[in-house]
C-alpha cells in the first residue's frame, strides 16, 4: 500500500532512507514539473505548448512529413527562452547527488525534459528521452550527419548541407518512437534498479507507468514526488512525496 508524505517527521525518514549510502543502481525519472521553477512552460499544462490555441494541431511525425517549417515555427522560437532559463534547486541537488556517490554506484538521470538544464546543472551522462530542443538533426537517416548543437530560432526550416534534405528539431515528436539509444539506456538501467525516483512527472502515464512496473519487478524502492496526488495511484509506486521539486529535493538529498 502506498503512502503519501507531507508531515516534516515522514520527510526526515525519508532523507535519512534516501541518504543511505548501500543504493547501488540509482534510476532517477524526471518530467516537465521539475523545470517548472525555471519559468519553463509544461508541454501539457497550462500555458504549455501544446495546450495554446495557436497549437491545435499538435507537432506530430505527419506533420514532420507534410511542413517542416510548421514544425519549426512551433519549436524554433522557444530556444531562447530555454537558452534565458537557468537550472532551479531541484536540477542542481540531483546533480550533486550523483556527484557525491561512492564510487563503484550506478546512477542514471533520464528525462523527458527537453530543454538542457540537467546538463548545465553539472549531471553526467543524461538520457534524454525526448531528445534536446538544443539541438538539430537531419531528417534522412542515411543522410549520416549527427544530431549538433543549434541554438538559432529557426522559424522556417533549414536545409542539410550535407544531403539537401530538411533539418529537423532534435525531439521526439507526437506519434514517434522514442530514441532507441535512450530507451535502451533507460531499460539497461531500470534491470538492475534499486531506487526509482520519479520527479515533476504524473506516473501514471509512460514512461513513468511503465518505468515504475520494471523498477518494482527488479526489486527498487519507488518513489514519486509530484505537485499533484497521482490520479488514478500506479500500484507500483512504494511512497509519494507531494510537494515543489525545487524545495523537496535539496531537503531530501540533503545537498
Ligand atoms: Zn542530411
Same mark, same amino acid.
Given at each position: 500500500?502506498?503512502?503519501?508524505?507531507? /508531515?516534516?517527521? $515522514?520527510?526526515?525518514? @525519508?532523507?535519512?532512507? =534516501?541518504?543511505? *549510502?548501500?543504493?547501488? #543502481?540509482?534510476?532517477?525519472? +524526471?518530467?516537465?514539473?521539475?523545470?517548472?521553477?525555471?519559468?519553463?512552460?509544461?508541454?501539457?499544462?497550462?500555458?504549455?505548448?501544446?495546450?495554446?490555441?495557436?497549437?491545435?494541431?499538435?507537432?506530430?511525425?505527419?506533420?514532420?512529413?507534410?511542413?517542416?517549417?510548421?514544425?519549426?515555427?512551433?519549436?524554433?522560437?522557444?530556444?531562447?527562452?530555454?537558452?534565458?532559463?537557468?537550472?532551479?534547486?531541484?536540477?542542481?541537488?540531483?546533480?550533486?547527488?550523483?556527484?557525491?556517490?561512492?564510487?563503484?554506484?550506478?546512477?542514471?538521470?533520464?528525462?523527458?525534459?527537453?530543454?538542457?538544464?540537467?546538463?548545465?546543472? /553539472?549531471?553526467? $551522462?543524461?538520457?534524454? @528521452?525526448?531528445?534536446? =530542443?538544443?539541438? *538539430?538533426?537531419?531528417? #534522412?537517416?542515411?543522410?549520416? +550527419?549527427?544530431?549538433?548543437?543549434?541554438?538559432?530560432?529557426?522559424?522556417?526550416?533549414?536545409?542539410?548541407?550535407?544531403?539537401?534534405?530538411?533539418?529537423?528539431?532534435?525531439?521526439?515528436?507526437?506519434?514517434?518512437?522514442?530514441?532507441?539509444?535512450?530507451?535502451?539506456?533507460?531499460?539497461?538501467?531500470?534491470?538492475?534498479?534499486?531506487?526509482?525516483?520519479?520527479?515533476?512527472?504524473?506516473?501514471?502515464?509512460?514512461?513513468?507507468?511503465?518505468?515504475?512496473?520494471?523498477?518494482?519487478?527488479?526489486?527498487?524502492?519507488?518513489?514519486?514526488?509530484?505537485?499533484?496526488?497521482?490520479?488514478?495511484?500506479?500500484?507500483?509506486?512504494?511512497? $509519494?512525496?507531494?510537494?515543489?521539486?525545487?524545495? =523537496?529535493?535539496?531537503?531530501?538529498?540533503?545537498?
Amino acid at each position: 500500500m502506498m503512502d503519501s508524505l507531507t /508531515g516534516d517527521d $515522514e520527510l526526515r525518514r @525519508l532523507r535519512d532512507r =534516501l541518504g543511505a *549510502t548501500d543504493w547501488r #543502481n540509482i534510476v532517477v525519472l +524526471t518530467g516537465a514539473g521539475i523545470s517548472v521553477a525555471s519559468g519553463l512552460p509544461t508541454y501539457r499544462g497550462p500555458g504549455g505548448l501544446w495546450t495554446r490555441p495557436e497549437a491545435e494541431e499538435v507537432p506530430d511525425a505527419a506533420m514532420m512529413e507534410r511542413d517542416p517549417s510548421r514544425v519549426w515555427s512551433l519549436f524554433g522560437p522557444l530556444r531562447g527562452p530555454l537558452q534565458a532559463a537557468t537550472p532551479n534547486a531541484a536540477h542542481v541537488a540531483l546533480a550533486q547527488w550523483q556527484a557525491r556517490l561512492p564510487p563503484g554506484r550506478s546512477f542514471t538521470l533520464v528525462t523527458q525534459n527537453v530543454d538542457g538544464l540537467h546538463t548545465r546543472a /553539472g549531471s553526467r $551522462e543524461v538520457v534524454e @528521452l525526448h531528445g534536446s =530542443l538544443l539541438h *538539430t538533426r537531419c531528417v #534522412n537517416p542515411d543522410c549520416g +550527419t549527427t544530431p549538433f548543437e543549434d541554438l538559432q530560432e529557426h522559424i522556417q526550416a533549414p536545409v542539410c548541407v550535407r544531403c539537401g534534405q530538411p533539418l529537423r528539431p532534435d525531439v521526439t515528436l507526437f506519434n514517434e518512437p522514442l530514441p532507441v539509444d535512450a530507451e535502451w539506456a533507460a531499460k539497461r538501467a531500470l534491470r538492475e534498479c534499486d531506487l526509482f525516483l520519479a520527479v515533476g512527472t504524473s506516473g501514471t502515464v509512460a514512461p513513468a507507468s511503465s518505468f515504475v512496473r520494471g523498477a518494482k519487478y527488479a526489486g527498487a524502492w519507488t518513489l514519486l514526488l509530484n505537485l499533484t496526488p497521482m490520479q488514478p495511484r500506479h500500484p507500483d509506486f512504494d511512497q $509519494e512525496v507531494l510537494g515543489r521539486a525545487e524545495e =523537496l529535493l535539496p531537503f531530501l538529498l540533503n545537498s
